[in-house]
Nanobody, 123 residues
Framework: QVQLVESGGRLVQAGGSLRVSCAAS????????MGWFRQAPGKEREFVAA????????YYADSVKGRFTISGDNAKNTIYLQMNSLKPGDTAVYYC????????????????WGQGTQVTVSS
């Protein structure tokens, strides 16, 4: 059983930067994959980025490549998403999630989800 709580979302201007965080409590494993998703009004939830707790390559949606960076700190049980060069199209509720299978690239594999944090990017 794992509980996830996102924080750090706020209003920012286009071109600005923001880091959102996700604190995990309960049992986690080094074999887990960590992920970030987002959902804009009227749209389906979409994959943003993923990485394994054990480290290694990170994977990103094409829309955020070169601008966003996912990372994790096992000692703090915290997942981060650094967002740079923000665009109005990045406006969404951002969710963190954990995939116990460790694969991380299938939305259906994520079993634990946070409640989300709102990121709004103004023009």
């Amino acid at each position: 059983q794992v509980q996830l709580v996102e924080s750090g979302g706020r209003l920012v201007q286009a071109g600005g930067s923001l880091r959102v965080s996700c604190a995990a409590s309960g049992r986690t494993s080094s074999s887990d994959a960590m992920g970030w998703f987002r959902q804009a009004p009227g749209k389906e939830r979409e994959f943003v980025a993923a990485i394994a707790w054990s480290g290694g390559n990170a994977y990103y949606a094409d829309s955020v490549k070169g601008r966003f960076t996912i990372s994790g700190d096992n000692a703090k049980n915290t997942i981060y998403l650094q967002m740079n060069s923000l665009k109005p199209g990045d406006t969404a509720v951002y969710y963190c999630a954990i995939d116990p299978s460790g694969y991380g690239l299938r939305p259906g594999g994520y079993e634990y989800w946070g409640q989300g944090t709102q990121v709004t990017v103004s023009s």
